[in-house]
């Protein structure tokens, strides 16, 4: 059973920009946060980005500060990682994740659901 579902993924030039979207496949009990994080090949999985759905308090890796940004539809239960100057550094598989408490934005221990994973490859 796959709770988030990502889209946008795919293929872009270094300096160029990608989307992904994470929305919830099925009702899940009250979040109070989303985020994104990512795993290079033969690396272990990072955290990218975090925001707290009531209040859209953020936080973001230092390595993509400035250049990622994470937002939300509540609505919709759904939120969004806009990739902007991309580097090759950035491929990865990318995935979203969300929590039902407040804690360490970087544990990804303490994220509830996940979803499969969406590949961005960014070509030098």
């Known amino acids: 059973q796959v709770d988030l579902v990502e889209s946008g993924g795919g293929l872009a030039q270094a300096g160029g920009s990608v989307r992904l979207s994470c929305a919830a496949s099925?009702?899940?009990?009250?979040?109070?946060?989303m985020g994104w994080f990512r795993q290079a090949p033969g690396k272990e999985r990072t955290f990218v980005a975090y925001?707290?759905?009531?209040?859209?308090?953020?936080f973001y890796a230092g390595s993509v500060k400035g250049r990622f940004t994470i937002s939300r539809d509540n609505a919709k239960t759904t939120v969004y990682l806009d990739m902007n100057n991309l580097r090759p550094e950035d491929t990865a598989a990318y995935y979203c994740?969300?929590?039902?408490?407040?804690?360490?934005?970087?544990?990804?221990?303490?994220?509830?659901?996940w979803g499969q994973g969406t590949q961005v490859t960014v070509s030098s």
């Open positions: 994740a969300a929590r039902k408490y407040s804690g360490a934005v970087y544990n990804q221990g303490e994220y509830d659901y």
């Open positions: 925001v707290s759905l009531s209040e859209g308090v953020t």
């Open positions: 099925r009702q899940l009990p009250s979040l109070f946060a």
